[in-house]
């Protein structure tokens, strides 16, 4: 699938992270080290393992399904393969007023020098300017890391201001360079969750799919014990208050149900996107069209698996752990 950097330099692109990428990241992880504890947060030795880098890549890619960033593995094209050489993030995206969002990067020791990090923040520009429609695009650079400075600014960021203290980096306080770049072609429109890049649009839509596609689509995404039982799931559909549905040329790629009285509360259940269209607020949108109907009732409730990453997606729309809630709520479940 063409992703969205494939018009940055040919031999350098970008693409969503995935699950798969956890142990070459851990490799990565390990090899660099040292220069990450420089200009990272101090990580614990969870973090150097495959679950702690698969968490990660959850956590970013729910995140990602809330609008709120992309996180990104740079690619570069070596004897006609391309090999996963360091991680670039949109992160913070801020709507409104600001329409603005944070850059993070870096590149494998073996691959500096050789213009990857700067054809890999060109290919970012496009994305935060072009798919996410934002006016401005930020960047904090530790005071010292004179690499990352000339890399920005061969991208045309501009410095703009010295903040003392800014992030806590290899277990201190470090003073930050401040640097942007304003999108001069900036106009105000409706912009998209995430670029695609192959040109067709999304199409979110009430309706109760054909079994066949649902159960294509329950199995892409690992939920077998829907789809052992088929005349259980087609029930579970036909009896749900609402069901919405993600289209890509006629594809089923997602979808998303709500049982509800109509007045007082609202069951969200079965957000599910296909692997390969994660991260780029499909997720969000069904989950804002599922329960649109539903917006003036007290209660809208979900029930979900301890995924890494479910916790950011959901509070990013809204909701909150029983746990958390400072009403001192508690939830009870049977299951059989």
Do not use: K
Request: aromatic letters at 6%; one cysteine or more; proline letters at 5%.
């Amino acid at each position: 699938m063409t992703s969205p950097a494939d018009r940055s330099d040919p031999t350098v692109r970008l693409r969503p992270l995935e699950l798969a990428d956890a142990p070459r990241l851990v490799d990565l992880e390990r090899r660099n080290r040292a220069e990450l504890l420089v200009g990272a947060p101090v990580r614990g030795e969870d973090w150097f393992t495959e679950t702690g880098q698969r968490t990660m890549i959850a956590g970013a890619l729910s995140a990602a399904e809330a609008g709120q960033g992309a996180p990104l593995g740079i690619l570069l094209e070596e004897a006609g393969e391309e090999v996963l050489v360091g991680r670039l993030s949109i992160n913070g995206v801020v709507r409104g007023a600001f329409s603005s969002a944070s850059l993070g990067y870096w590149v494998d020791r073996a691959h500096t020098g050789r213009g990857v990090a700067t054809a890999a923040v060109r290919a970012a520009v496009g994305i935060a300017f072009g798919g996410f429609g934002l006016h401005r695009l930020q960047a904090e650079v530790q005071v010292g890391n004179t690499a990352s400075v000339r890399v920005l600014e061969r991208c045309g960021f501009a410095e703009y201001g010295l903040a003392p203290q800014y992030l806590r980096l290899g277990g201190r306080w470090a003073d930050c360079r401040l640097f942007q770049l304003v999108n001069a072609d900036w106009r105000e429109s409706a912009p998209a969750a995430a670029p695609t890049g192959d040109g067709a649009s999304v199409r979110i839509s009430a309706e109760i799919p054909a079994l066949p596609d649902v159960l294509a689509l329950y199995d892409a995404v690992g939920w077998s014990s829907y789809t052992q039982e088929p005349q259980t799931l087609d029930a579970a559909l036909a009896g749900s208050t609402r069901v919405v549905t993600a289209r890509r040329d006629g594809q089923l790629i997602g979808l998303a149900r709500v049982l509800s009285d109509r007045a007082t509360i609202a069951y969200l259940q079965d957000v599910l996107v296909r692997p390969s269209e994660q991260g780029r607020g499909v997720g969000r949108d069904l989950v804002e069209a599922a329960l649109a109907p539903f917006a003036q009732l007290r209660q809208h409730v979900l029930l979900t698996d301890a995924e890494p990453g479910q916790r950011a997606f959901y509070e990013a729309l809204g909701l909150t752990e029983v746990h958390d809630h400072p009403a001192g709520l508690r939830a009870f479940v049977r299951l059989g």
